[in-house]
């Protein structure tokens, strides 16, 4: 039987071996992402014919294994074979989660047997990088009003992750934004904890962060990456909802800033809240990032 490690930033060397030639066009396969839900979604992982298998616990509380990294034409099918019957062990409602396009083209050439289905509380959101750097056009209208009432009237700074006492300030605005939430919600906590964690490690990880200040009072901070020359992901972006167009204002900062040479922004999925995936739809992402779950 398979036996998988809990995720851990010490594994990130072995993570990268699998993932730096794999071009990943959803949020999931973001070590980083991984890494800032690693305790929310149980993820552990195994190494099975030279490929990184990955075992998460979705937030519906069933485990699933993400789409093996590194399988070649020759190998996928043994793979299958082999999670295949750790399922049927361990009763896993559907066997891969997270699949995205390519993977699930793959899985067509060997098996006709499939069930399939589009996980869209999970699609990631994808903008054209130039739209969000320069709010221009109709759309984004009422955007650019929101970005330029904030800059006419707050009085504020921004300061680089990496300036003398952010990283305390984004910790300590972490946590006050986690109180007004509903602190049940457990997801926020683990959220939380990865905030904190990663914070830890942002220069191991290659991350970007910075911060909004509103009267030397930080109102918001946004932390992402650069994951290839083609895609940024905004990972974590939190803001105080009594500064008007706070989140407007980091969001176009952020990108003009530390992510103007990638195409594509990736501001990841809206877990089918209605609020979120408002706030997100109101951006006019140009693609979605579909995500399957698929039974063999």
Request: proline share 2%; charged share 30%.
């Amino acid at each position: 039987m398979l036996e998988f490690k809990p995720l851990t930033i010490e594994d990130k060397e072995i993570f990268d071996k699998y993932l730096q030639d794999y071009r990943f066009s959803t949020c999931e396969y973001s070590f980083t992402s991984l890494l800032i839900w690693r305790k929310g979604c149980d993820i552990s992982y195994t190494i099975l014919d030279d490929a990184l298998i990955i075992k998460k616990r979705g937030f519906d509380d069933n485990y699933y294994f993400m789409q093996p990294i590194g399988y070649t034409d020759k190998s996928l099918k043994d793979i299958v074979e082999n999670l295949k019957e750790y399922r049927q062990v361990n009763d896993m409602p559907y066997l891969f989660g997270d699949a995205e396009d390519g993977f699930l083209e793959d899985l067509k050439k060997i098996y006709s047997n499939m069930h399939v289905e589009e996980d869209i509380d999970n699609f990631d959101y994808i903008y054209d990088t130039q739209k969000l750097m320069t709010l221009s056009g109709k759309k984004l209208h009422s955007k650019k009003n929101h970005y330029n009432r904030f800059i006419k009237t707050y009085n504020y700074e921004t300061r680089d992750f990496f300036e003398p006492e952010v990283k305390e300030d984004l910790l300590k605005a972490s946590q006050i934004w986690y109180n007004t939430k509903n602190s049940a919600n457990k997801y926020l906590y683990y959220e939380l904890e990865g905030i904190t964690e990663i914070s830890n490690y942002m220069e191991k990880l290659n991350l970007m962060a910075a911060a909004v200040y509103v009267d030397d009072e930080i109102s918001a901070f946004t932390i992402g990456e650069k994951v290839n020359s083609d895609m940024g992901i905004i990972h974590i972006e939190k803001g105080f909802p009594n500064i008007n167009g706070i989140y407007t204002f980091i969001n176009k900062y952020f990108v003009e800033k530390y992510l103007p040479d990638v195409k594509y922004i990736n501001r990841e999925q809206d877990l089918g809240l209605e609020g979120l995936r408002k706030a997100k739809k109101s951006y006019h992402p140009i693609i979605m990032g579909k995500k399957y779950c698929i039974s063999v």
